[in-house]
């Protein structure tokens, strides 16, 4: 047997399309998209959707998101995504156009930035000069 049929052609299209060292994790999820579970297109994204984006893993607990093994920064959950949704596009042999048309769930919006009160002034008060500097 060849070395290339020990892997599954849906495999072997993902070890093509990120072949470069710096794309092995990509290689992964592209690959997990080729073993998901889900009989359909829709349920492979949507396994792809569980696999790269961190959610609660307790329900209602939402600190659980941190014991999460998906990427985590948001650019990588992108990038996850789109080679998951590669490997669901060899799988189920759906062309490269729908598959590039396919997009990643909206991010949450991102909390407004904290607004820190300024720091208390470092001249002198002028109140403070009306009070003479004697000891009692």
Known sequence: M?????????GNQCTDKYAALTQIPWRVFCKKGC?????????????????????????????SAYIDRSPGAANYSQECFNACVSGCGYKFEICK????????????????????????STTPDA??????????
């Open 2 to 10: 060849i070395p290339e049929q020990w892997a599954s052609p849906c």
């Open 35 to 63: 073993s998901a579970d889900g009989e359909t297109w829709e349920e492979c994204l949507s396994e792809c959707d569980e696999i790269c984006y961190k959610d609660p893993v307790l329900k209602d607990q939402k600190w």
């Open 97 to 120: 156009e729908i598959v590039a048309q396919v997009r990643p769930r909206p991010l949450p919006p991102s909390p407004p930035p904290v607004v820190k009160p300024p720091p208390p």
């Open 127 to 136: 109140r403070a000069e009306d009070v003479p500097s004697t000891s009692a």
